[in-house]
Every structure is written in structure tokens, then in C-alpha cells.
Nanobody
Framework: QVHLVESGGGLVQPGGSLTLSCAAS????????MRWYRQAPGKERELVAD????????MYADSVKGRFTISRDNAKNTVALQMNSLKPEDTAVYYC?????????WGQGTQVTVSP
């Protein structure tokens, strides 16, 4: 079965950095694009970053451009989100996402809190 597990969240000061990781299993990881979303309390889930199957192309929400970097390691079935220059508004639960078999799959999420 498709399974996505996020890790790496935590509490960080404004201006700090965190790297999130998502471990994928249950499907041919390299055949699908991967995404990171986030959801803050009371807010809609927001697409943060997207990466193509080979990792050759990426896209980012305007709010994180220049600060976040998405990457993937198809040999390890992982996708990462490097987050730099974190701001309080980055506080959210971050989710790994895959679309396959015409269905959306999500991890359990990992909490990122940016606070002094």
C-alpha cells in the first residue's frame, strides 16, 4: 500500500532552518511527481513545492521562493524540503503528497513551528 511518512519538523527561531524528509513506499516512487503542502490552523492546505519524477524541474509557491528547496532521491524513495530563513508565517503542519492511481495520498504530517 502507498505509504508516506514525514519527519524533521520541530520548533525553530525566525531566520532558522529545518529540513523535512518524506519516506515513500508501496509504489514506484521514481514514476511520479511529488509535492509538499502545508496547512496552518484555520487555513486551507497550501501547495508549497512540487518536483518532477527525475527531479529535473521544480516549482514553488511565491511565499517560499528563494527560501525553500525541494529535492528527491529516487534511489532512497525520499523527497526533502530544505527550509531556510523561516518566518512565523511558515508555521504549519507540512505534508508530503503523491498522486497516483487517480488518487491523492498524504503522509501524517510533521509540525513546523517558527517562533522566538
Amino acid at each position: 500500500q502507498v505509504h508516506l511518512v514525514e519527519s524533521g519538523g520541530g520548533l525553530v527561531q525566525p531566520g532558522g532552518s529545518l529540513t523535512l524528509s518524506c519516506a515513500a513506499s508501496g509504489f514506484t516512487f521514481s514514476s511520479y511527481p511529488m509535492r509538499w503542502y502545508r496547512q496552518a490552523p484555520g487555513k486551507e492546505r497550501e501547495l508549497v513545492a512540487d518536483i518532477t519524477r527525475t527531479g529535473s524541474n521544480t516549482m514553488y509557491a511565491d511565499s517560499v521562493k528563494g527560501r525553500f528547496t525541494i529535492s528527491r532521491d529516487n534511489a532512497k524513495n525520499t523527497v526533502a524540503l530544505q527550509m531556510n530563513s523561516l518566518k512565523p508565517e511558515d508555521t504549519a503542519v507540512y505534508y508530503c503528497n503523491a498522486v497516483l492511481f487517480n488518487s491523492n495520498y498524504w503522509g501524517q504530517g510533521t509540525q513546523v513551528t517558527v517562533s522566538p
